[in-house]
């Protein structure tokens, strides 16, 4: 639980950073529209009407929800430890890195800027889950690396 709400903590923050963001290159991109409006003028112009809060409402809300549906655990068939390479090249071509393993766990994590825009939320966990391997992780990054490891261990099957 605890976790999750730092989760939606980040996203709101990230969302209210780009919210400024785009309010200010609005009232910047067009200085002879704003002559006379200061920055201030028009947050409080925004925020008289409905369509602010309702922004305000859709950013909290799409906050609170994301961790929910933003994450996944998907399973594959294969074997962590006969697998590993293809697994290894699963996570180069996804751009992420090996930063820790154990006999049941690899933890892999994006490089550079990467790690920055997606809020340090970047980890994918590999784990032998019975019959098959399981990735935990942000869900575009955790199934993008699934279905490529897949691949490669169909792949790999087929040369023997």
């Known amino acids: 639980m605890k976790k999750y709400i730092i989760r939606s903590v980040k996203y709101l923050v990230a969302l209210c950073v780009l919210y400024v963001g785009l309010m200010a290159v609005m009232h910047y991109s067009h200085p002879s529209q704003s002559e006379g409006f200061t920055f201030a003028m028009r947050w409080k112009a925004m925020f008289a009407e409905w369509n602010g809060w309702g922004m305000v409402i859709a950013s909290i809300v799409l906050a609170a929800t994301y961790p929910f549906f933003g994450y996944t655990k998907r399973t594959i068939s294969g074997n962590l430890v006969e697998d590993r390479e293809q697994i290894d ?3 180069t071509f996804t751009g992420l890195v090996l930063v820790s393993e154990s006999e049941t766990e690899l933890v ?3 490089k550079g800027l990467r790690r ?3 809020l ?3 980890e994918v966990k590999v784990r032998q889950n019975g019959d098959g391997i ?3 992780g942000l869900r575009r990054v955790a199934v993008r690396m699934s279905f490529d ?3 490669y261990i169909t792949n790999k099957r087929r040369m023997m």
């Open 89 to 91: 090249h699963a996570a």
């Open 120 to 122: 340090f939320e970047d």
């Open 116 to 118: 920055l825009t997606m």
């Open 134 to 136: 399981e990735f935990d």
């Open 108 to 110: 892999y994590r994006a």
């Open 149 to 151: 490891a897949e691949r």
